[in-house]
């Protein structure tokens, strides 16, 4: 799976000391899943029970930890 986000900055205005200027970023992630299933039918008398194992892997192939200013 691809993620992009465009975060836009911004400039505060209002006051005369306070006010804030926040830059704009991009952020991009590109992560692989993989995942497999095991389940079986146990008949109990005239109950079927069906036990269920998942398992999944997600590996971020292009990740970058974006930096907190």
Do not use: C, H, W
Request: proline content about 3%; glycine content about 8%; hydrophobic content about 35%.
């Amino acid at each position: 799976r691809y993620s992009a986000i465009k975060d836009k900055g911004y400039k505060e205005t209002g006051t005369t000391n306070q006010n804030l200027t926040v830059k704009g970023k991009n952020y991009n992630s590109f992560a692989g899943l993989l995942g497999a299933k095991v389940s079986s039918n146990i008949n109990v008398g005239e109950v079927v029970l069906t036990p269920e194992l998942y398992a999944m892997v997600d590996y971020a192939f292009k990740n970058k930890v974006p930096a907190i200013d």
